[in-house]
Nanobody
Framework: QVQLVESGGGLVQAGDSQRLACIAG????????MGWYRQAPGKQREFVARINNDGSTMYADSVKGRFTITRNNAELFLYMHHLKVEDTAVYYC????????WGQGTQVTVSA
């Protein structure tokens, strides 16, 4: 089992920056990759960013150039810059291991 706990959400203004954090616990040696997804009201959960164990990263087109994903062992971070109102969502930490694991989510609200 892998446990994921996010932190760092909150209310910010458009153009601001924010950092999300996720700490993994349990069988972390089974993790092959970690990432972030988000779900806005009335929409499906969507991919945001991913970082593999080799350090390679992937980003959704909507956040490319504005968001940066980093990982330090069991800690995962998402640095979000130039935030837009449309970035408002619940952000979920994800770990790919023997199966998919998800955190409980943290709300990010960007006001105009």
């Amino acid at each position: 089992q892998v446990q994921l706990v996010e932190s760092g959400g909150g209310l910010v203004q458009a153009g601001d920056s924010q950092r999300l954090a996720c700490i993994a616990g349990g069988m972390t040696w089974r993790i092959n990759a970690m990432g972030w997804y988000r779900q806005a009201p009335g929409k499906q959960r969507e991919f945001v960013a991913r970082i593999n164990n080799d350090g390679s990263t992937m980003y959704a087109d909507s956040v490319k150039g504005r968001f940066t994903i980093t990982r330090n062992n069991a800690e995962l971070f998402l640095y979000m810059h130039h935030l837009k109102v449309e970035d408002t969502a619940v952000y979920y930490c994800h770990a790919a291991a023997n199966r998919d694991y998800w955190g409980q989510g943290t709300q990010v609200t960007v006001s105009a």
